[in-house]
């Protein structure tokens, strides 16, 4: 039997005053997916995924997630839900330590969680932060201002920190935008480990990434549903092939 839908997006649609930039896009994910949405540049992508994670509302259409209307929720009520994102632009705070950063983040799902209220919590947020810097691979780091980690790193530490809420779905708008190959690799090999736990949904531009990655792809193209299924299936699919024509 197949797994439940998670996320369930019904013929979303936003406009930038007449400009239509996502058109009437309906598409579900299952539990468990570990699914891209690609598209040329342009296409739409980012604008689906913060429709999907409340950054801009939509101007018409439904986000359904676990059987409930999230279409319309306050930015802030995602975490609480079980939806993270990581965003194209890192996000960190880029003075305080990666450690810093990561309890940052823990405490803001203490004081929305009421959890850890008394001093005597603290030791479980530090060892909570070392343990979602050892997740994503920075244990060694944790010391040194985010500032001045490498950009992959940086990326990284962003994961870590959209992982204090315990998410159930995790989103990512090109999480190795501007990264040289062995940070694409180290990201990868995150995705890949990071999707045995729980549902990722990336956005990204690079095809080829997402093929060796993906058991799912969605196609946007001028804001509209171009083509999905599963990476043989969109390799060998005509219309996919002419918008990426000439595009690595
Ligand atoms: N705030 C905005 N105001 C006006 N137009 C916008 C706005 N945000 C996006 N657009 C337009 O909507 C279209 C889709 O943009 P979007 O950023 O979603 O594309 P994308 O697929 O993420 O592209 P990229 O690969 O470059 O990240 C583009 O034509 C873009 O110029
Ligand atoms: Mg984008």
Not at 195 to 201: F, G, Q
Request: aromatic residues 6%; neutral net charge; glycine residues 8%.
């Amino acid at each position: 039997m197949s797994a439940p839908f998670l996320l369930d997006v019904r013929q979303i649609a936003r406009y930038y005053g007449s400009f239509r930039a996502l058109g009437e896009v309906s598409v579900s994910f299952r539990q468990g997916e570990l699914a891209a949405i690609i598209g040329p540049n342009g296409a739409g992508k980012s604008t689906f995924f913060n429709v999907i994670s409340g950054g801009v509302p939509a101007s018409s259409g439904q986000v359904i997630f676990k059987g409930e209307d999230i279409t319309h929720i306050a930015p802030h009520e995602y975490a609480r839900k079980g939806i993270a994102k990581s965003f194209q632009i890192t996000n960190v705070f880029k003075q305080l330590s990666a450690h810093e950063n990561v309890r940052v983040a823990l405490q803001m799902q203490a004081t929305r969680f009421q959890l850890w209220k008394s001093r005597d919590d603290y030791p479980h947020i530090i060892e909570a932060a070392n343990a979602l810097l050892e997740r994503v691979g920075l244990a060694d780091l944790r010391r040194k201002l985010a500032g001045d980690l490498a950009h992959g790193q940086q990326r990284s530490l962003e994961i870590a920190m959209a992982l204090a809420c315990k998410p159930e779905l995790l989103l990512m708008d090109e999480p190795t935008a501007g990264m040289s190959p062995e940070e694409t690799q180290t990201m990868v090999d995150l995705i890949r480990q990071l999707a045995t736990e729980r549902t990722v949904i990336l956005v990204e531009h690079k095809m080829k990434m997402v093929m060796g990655l993906c058991n799912r792809l969605i196609v946007l193209h001028h804001g509209e549903l171009l083509a999905e299924g599963n990476p043989d299936e969109i390799r060998g699919n005509p219309e996919v092939r002419r918008v990426y024509l000439g595009q690595h």
